[in-house]
T-cell receptor, first 111, second 113 residues
Framework: DAGVIQSPRHEVTEMGQEVTLRCKPI?????LFWYRQTMMRGLELLIY????????DSGMPEDRFSAKMPNASFSTLKIQPSEPRDSAVYFC?????????FGPGTRLTVL | AQSVTQPDIHITVSEGASLELRCNYS??????LFWYVQSPGQGLQLLLK??????LVQGIKGFEAEFKRSQSSFNLRKPSVHWSDAAEYFC???????????FGKGTSLLVTP
């Protein structure tokens, strides 16, 4: 298996623009997680899905953030409009019973 | 609520020396505990995990960790560090193996010649 796939790997955008991050989980995994990593706050959970259903979105910073999982093999995290404070590395992870596997992350820079 | 504390932000060790990275957790029930490693520009890789049973857990790359319930700790150890071990190390706690994780702030390991 190719592991968790995230795209793009790097994204540079201007404040106010819409940003969409994509994730393909490992086939057969039924849970998917979005995390954000910053120097100040470390790794934070944004939202997670179980069987494509959002279970906990309490970590989503505000209404500018939204996440979807239309099927078992694809998820998106959208920021609209983006702000400079959204600059971070965004990780997607998927899990089987006992382990979360992380993707390589998307480094987002909002100018 | 779950929380994880990694008291050491940075640690420097000489190559070949032993290593111990500290992790303390706060959780009401029996926690699911994990150690992950992150190399620069990379994602997180699982080193080891503890769910139940033997409190000394062996992981990849020669790492081990010991769960001590009385101290609410899950410290990571390696008897002899290699230069390639230089990375960021994260301790994490979960309520269940399939649930989201709470991560510590990480410990940055520097290995000197």
């Amino acid at each position: 298996d190719a592991g968790v796939i995230q795209s793009p790997r790097h994204e540079v955008t201007e404040m106010g623009q819409e940003v969409t991050l994509r994730c393909k989980p490992i086939s057969g995994h039924n849970s998917l997680f979005w995390y954000r990593q910053t120097m100040m706050r470390g790794l934070e959970l944004l939202i997670y899905f179980n069987n494509n259903v959002p279970i906990d979105d309490s970590g989503m910073p505000e209404d500018r953030f939204s996440a979807k999982m239309p099927n078992a093999s694809f998820s998106t995290l959208k920021i609209q409009p983006s702000e400079p404070r959204d600059s971070a590395v965004y990780f997607c992870a998927s899990s089987s019973l006992n382990e979360q596997f992380f993707g390589p992350g998307t480094r987002l820079t909002v100018l | 609520a779950q929380s994880v504390t990694q008291p050491d932000i940075h640690i420097t060790v000489s190559e070949g020396a032993s290593l111990e990275l500290r992790c303390n957790y706060s959780y009401g029930a029996t926690p699911y505990l994990f150690w992950y490693v992150q190399s620069p520009g990379q994602g997180l890789q699982l080193l080891l995990k503890y769910f139940s049973g033997d409190t000394l857990v062996q992981g990849i790359k020669g790492f081990e960790a010991e769960f001590k319930r009385s101290q609410s700790s899950f410290n990571l150890r390696k008897p002899s560090v290699h230069w390639s071990d230089a990375a960021e190390y994260f301790c994490a706690v979960g309520a269940n193996s399939g649930y989201a994780l709470n991560f510590g702030k990480g410990t940055s390991l520097l290995v000197t010649p």
